[in-house]
């Protein structure tokens, strides 16, 4: 069901609930002003997509998404990938990547796979974001400090030639800068600004002087982009090939991957905020239909938006209507105040993008983790940081993923344990169930021994069963292996087990398995475990067990 019908079957369309909608989409759609052109230049874009994507994405999620409250638009999480997009293919490259990208969130959306993405484990998120928050942070010293175009395709590159060209500031691009950082991060705390967002108070404040000062050297969207246009471009379709397909499928399944981790992390947060419920699988068709439809517009990327979801919940907004104003607002913008544009200066959108990347990277919580958490969690937390900062988003997410699994796997295999269980324990267990069944044994016969398995039999666990039960030290009669505490056992455990059984066989010992539930037994009679072993040495109860060892041990004597 769609967050629209949601909110619909719930009343929150009625009369009462306009007003507080309406003002909460108005001041989420002021919020998204300096931030998505700020998004759009740092992704190699023109200032005035950035704002063609927060309508048009903003629109299709609020109208087609899984969560009532979610605001989508340009995101900062975005820049590291897109930038190199644009880079390396174009601007129209970025868009057919965005429109494929879109097509693999709707196709993950109606096959089901939202809850997938929630498998991904903290410190890989913590790790990414971070490290995209430190490339953010960097790559606006250029226009922060007025410096001179640099060089370079890798981090360490770009991060040496801005160090060098750092006694090239310009002081006036400086000073703006500065000014309007102090203003982002002030304003909230003066009494009588706290209710207007810091970014736009930088913006009106900064184009002010900029317009009335007119320095020199300082550069802003009119002298790099020509100022913004009135309206939205006529709806366009990206010119598409199928060499152009295969060469962007790489980075349309990175978009897409990180569309979907942030898309539903805001919906997450979102819920945490005010206690309603998303629907994963219908939010990333929304957010499919929202990158289909934002390049056909001239945008690009755009997943949830988890500051501008948090501003909307705390102005008091609870349906999709406040995102449907927030979109509005945005188009009202776009015809009225186009061209006041002119003035802003490209170092006040670094400042505020530098605030951006100081919230993304989450400092505290960073070094919280650092030091609270277990150090296998803080090895894959900064190798993952620096995967990202380094090398590439998507290596680093892999990577990460890889070495969060076989650290889960680790885990897993420790806690699977082969327990030898002695002649006391099992007689009094045989005790209890010869209660209700007096012609059972009441205790296993000499030559008898019994191991339990406690735990998944799976490949990561293969080792530690397999060494304690061939390695008996004295072989016995008859070996009775219990799996009433196995919960699944994979193709790997199976073939291990009749490996098993065969080494056994060989040095004379009679192999009897019991207690398994039913889907590990029909897995091992599947798998021709059982027929291997004889379907009349499987038994479905320790008494029965017990018999059948009593038989076994008895003609082994004989």
């Given at each position: ?7 619909w ?16 989409g108005?001041?989420?759609?002021v919020?998204a002003?300096?931030l998505?052109m700020?998004?759009?230049?740092a ?13 048009v994405?903003?629109?299709a ?10 605001i ?10 897109l ?5 390396r ?7 057919i ?5 879109g ?6 959306g ?21 490290g995209i ?6 790559g606006q ?8 175009p ?8 770009k991060?040496?030639?801005l160090?060098?060209a ?6 006036a ?5 500065l000014g309007s950082?102090?203003?982002?991060v002030?304003?909230?705390?003066v009494?009588w600004?706290h ?16 317009a009335l000062?007119h320095?020199?050297?300082v550069a802003t969207?009119?002298?790099a ?8 471009p006529a709806p366009?379709?990206p010119?598409?090939?199928?060499a152009?397909?295969i ?20 919906a997450?947060?979102?819920?945490g ?6 629907d ?12 289909i ?10 997943t ?12 008091r ?11 509005l607002?945005?188009?009202l913008?776009l015809?009225?105040?186009a ?8 170092a006040?959108?670094?400042a ?6 100081y919230?993304?990277?989450e400092?505290?919580?960073?070094a ?12 894959i ?8 900062v ?10 990460g ?13 420790a ?6 269980q ?10 209890t ?8 044994p ?6 008898v021994?019994?191991y339990?398995?406690e ?6 666990a293969?080792?530690?069963?397999e ?16 799996l009433?505490r196995?919960?699944f056992m ?6 291990t087990?009749?490996?098993v ?8 010992v009679?192999?009897v ?5 039913e ?10 475990v ?6 009349e040495?499987?038994?479905?109860s ?5 018999r059948r ?6 003609e082994?004597?004989s």
């Amino acid at each position: 069901m769609t967050a629209l019908r949601e909110a619909w079957l719930a009343g929150l369309f009625r009369r009462g609930n306009w007003l507080p909608n309406i003002v909460a989409g108005v001041i989420v759609g002021v919020v998204a002003l300096p931030l998505a052109m700020a998004f759009a230049i740092a992704s190699g874009a023109k200032p005035e997509q950035g704002l063609y994507t927060a309508i048009v994405a903003g629109l299709a999620v609020s109208l087609f998404g899984g969560s009532r409250l979610q605001i989508a638009g340009p995101t900062g999480a975005f820049i590291v990938v897109l930038s190199a997009i644009t880079a390396r293919h174009g601007i129209d490259g970025l868009q057919i990547a965005t429109l494929m990208a879109g097509l693999i969130l709707l196709a993950m959306g109606l096959t089901r796979l939202g809850s997938v993405i929630r498998f991904i484990p903290a410190p890989v998120i913590v790790g990414f974001t971070a490290g995209i928050g430190v490339i953010i942070f960097v790559g606006q010293w250029r226009d922060f400090f007025g410096l001179p175009p640099v060089t370079g395709e890798h981090f360490h590159e770009k991060f040496w030639h801005l160090l060098q060209a750092l006694p090239q500031w310009h002081p006036a691009t400086t000073a703006l800068a500065l000014g309007s950082l102090l203003v982002v991060v002030g304003a909230p705390r003066v009494r009588w600004l706290h209710r207007i967002p810091g970014p736009l108070v930088a913006l009106v404040v900064a184009t002010a002087v900029q317009a009335l000062f007119h320095f020199d050297g300082v550069a802003t969207i009119g002298s790099a982009f020509g100022g913004l246009p009135r309206g939205l471009p006529a709806p366009t379709l990206p010119e598409v090939t199928l060499a152009r397909v295969i060469e962007l499928a790489g980075p349309a399944f990175t978009i897409a991957m990180l569309g979907a981790i942030e898309s539903l992390l805001s919906a997450v947060v979102a819920d945490g905020m005010a206690g309603t419920r998303h629907d994963s699988n219908q939010e990333l068709v929304g957010q499919g239909i929202a990158n289909i439809l934002a390049p056909l517009f001239g945008g690009f990327a755009a997943t949830g938006a988890i500051a501008r979801t948090a501003t909307n919940i705390r102005n008091r907004g609870n349906s999709p209507l406040a995102g449907i104003m927030h979109a509005l607002t945005l188009v009202l913008v776009l015809l009225f105040l186009a061209p006041l544009a002119a003035s802003v200066p490209l170092a006040t959108l670094a400042a505020i993008l530098f605030v951006v990347a100081y919230n993304m990277s989450e400092v505290r919580h960073f070094a919280r983790m650092v030091r609270r958490a277990p150090r296998a969690d803080v090895a894959i937390l900064l190798i993952t940081f620096t995967l990202t900062v380094l090398t590439d988003l998507v290596v680093a997410v892999n990577i990460g993923v890889i070495l969060a699994m076989l650290q889960f796997l680790r885990r897993m295999s420790a806690s699977v344990e082969v327990a030898h269980q002695d002649a006391l324990e099992i007689e009094r267990e045989l005790g209890t169930a010869g209660s209700d069944e007096g012609s059972l044994p009441m205790r296993m016969p000499p030559g008898v021994m019994v191991y339990s398995i406690e735990g998944p039999f799976f490949f990561g666990a293969v080792e530690t069963c397999e060494r304690a039960l061939v390695q008996t030290h004295t072989d016995p009669r008859v070996l009775l292996i219990r799996l009433g505490r196995v919960p699944f056992m994979d193709m790997t455990g199976m073939q291990t087990l009749e490996a098993v059984i065969g080494t056994l066989r060989k040095r004379g010992v009679a192999v009897v398995l019991a207690e398994a539930n039913e889907r590990v037994r029909q897995k091992l009679a599947r798998a021709g475990v059982l027929a291997a072993l004889g379907e009349e040495n499987y038994a479905d109860s320790l008494a029965e067990a017990a018999r059948r060892c009593s038989v076994l041990a008895g003609e082994a004597g004989s």
